[in-house]
């Protein structure tokens, strides 16, 4: 398979796009099934094309959209917004975010929880 | 008949107009509701909030809409091939997936009717110690599940 370029996803649309993507998913479930079963190498190596194939068509989806939610709004008067504070904060996934180490720390020790007698 | 109905015809003015100025005097003096009215007296010792309007939502735009990142594809990220694997479809005719920790058992078994074209009878997980979801899943009788495991490329 050929390495997926930006401009060749340009041109198609949207369900075009979809559909090369639930392609580029299956492909790469097969592959991972074939890394532990210990695939060829080439088939390993195919596992990080297709990985990013997934990420440019899904740039270029999001993108696309983007642009023409801006066309969309760009006259109008209420516009997705927050406020400007909002805007600039962590959003709720960065906040979450924990290294392995911390979320493996904090598994082993919850939180308790204690009955109290009355 | 002329006559009889000139005098028919002043008379049901003149009550009219008595009335409605007997109308007009009462609610003056009672108010225009008044038959309405109810005084309201507090027969409970709690008060309740009293019913409100609420109105429906009518955005002025859209909410965000975000994609749904566990889709069939995100759940099974791969089978598994240990011994204890193998002996599981040979014996009880159950593949063995690492899945997604966030999925759970409708979902798994979703992804894996869709994926590998069979009939499940039962989905079993359970949390590794190494942090990942581990799923048994059992196959309907009229399927086996070593023809699927030939099919995906882990026998």
């Known amino acids: 398979m050929a390495k997926i370029k930006a401009r060749d996803l340009c041109c198609k649309k949207k369900e075009e796009l979809l559909k090369q993507l639930d392609d580029l998913k299956v492909e790469l479930s097969q592959l991972c099934a074939a890394k532990v079963t210990g695939g060829a190498a080439s088939k390993l190596s195919k596992i990080r094309v297709v990985r990013k194939s997934i990420a440019w068509v899904l740039t270029v989806v999001n993108q696309t959209q983007k642009e023409n939610l801006r066309k969309f709004y760009k006259s109008k008067k209420y516009k997705p917004k927050k406020t400007c504070a909002m805007r600039r904060k962590l959003n709720k996934h960065e906040e979450n975010q924990k290294t392995k180490k911390q979320h493996q720390k904090e598994r082993l020790y919850p939180l308790w929880k204690y009955k109290v007698k009355a | ?155």
């Open chain 2, 1 to 155: 008949m002329a006559p009889k109905e000139k005098k028919e015809a002043p008379a049901p003015p003149k009550t009219e107009a008595k009335a409605k100025v007997l109308k007009a005097k009462r609610s003056v003096l009672k108010g225009v509701h008044s038959h309405t009215q109810k005084k309201k007296i507090q027969m409970s010792p709690t008060f309740w909030q009293p019913k409100t309007l609420r109105l429906r939502r009518q955005p002025k735009y859209p909410q965000k809409r975000t994609r749904n990142k566990l889709d069939h594809y995100a759940i099974s990220k791969f089978p598994l091939t240990t011994e204890s694997a193998m002996k599981k479809i040979e014996d009880n005719n159950t593949l063995v997936f690492i899945v997604d920790v966030k999925a759970n058992k409708h979902q798994i078994k979703q992804a894996v009717k869709k994926f590998y074209d069979t009939d499940i009878a039962k989905v079993n997980i359970l949390i590794s110690l190494g942090g990942e979801k581990k799923a048994y899943v059992l196959l309907a009788p009229d399927y086996d599940a070593l023809d699927v495991a030939n099919k995906i490329g882990i026998i």
